[in-house]
């Protein structure tokens, strides 16, 4: 069993950064990848990027590719969505999810957070 929890949204300016955690809890956390999705009013939900079990190896969609980053500190159980250069398309609720495989389908995530706001002013 996994809980996550995100934190780390709010109200910023576009051009602005703003960094997300999303904790988890339950030791087998360093097995399961990690997947950041978002969903914009009235829009389906959308994948953002994903991590693998150790770090390695990551992915993004190409609406936020050279712009957010995703790390993972297995230590503290933790990982991270570094948003740069943000826009107002940007504004979603964000959530992290975990899978046994590493995958961009939300489907096959089995565990997910409540979310977190992030808006982006113009």
């Known amino acids: 069993q996994v809980q996550l929890v995100e934190s780390g949204g709010r109200l910023v300016q576009a051009g602005g950064s703003l960094r997300l955690s999303c904790a988890a809890s339950?030791?087998?956390?360093?097995?399961?990848?990690m997947g950041w999705f978002r969903q914009a009013p009235g829009k389906e939900r959308e994948f953002v990027g994903r991590?693998?079990?150790?770090?390695?190896?990551?992915y993004y969609a190409d609406s936020v590719k050279g712009r957010f980053t995703i790390s993972r500190d297995i230590a503290k159980n933790t990982v991270y969505l570094q948003m740069n250069s943000l826009k107002p398309e940007d504004t979603a609720v964000y959530y992290c999810?975990?899978?046994?495989?590493?995958?961009?389908?939300?489907?096959?995530?089995?565990?997910w957070g409540q979310g977190t706001q992030v808006t982006v002013s113009s």
């Open positions: 339950g030791r087998t956390f360093g097995n399961y990848a």
């Open positions: 999810a975990a899978s046994r495989v590493i995958t961009s389908a939300p489907g096959l995530y089995t565990y």
């Open positions: 991590i693998s079990w150790s770090g390695g190896s990551t």
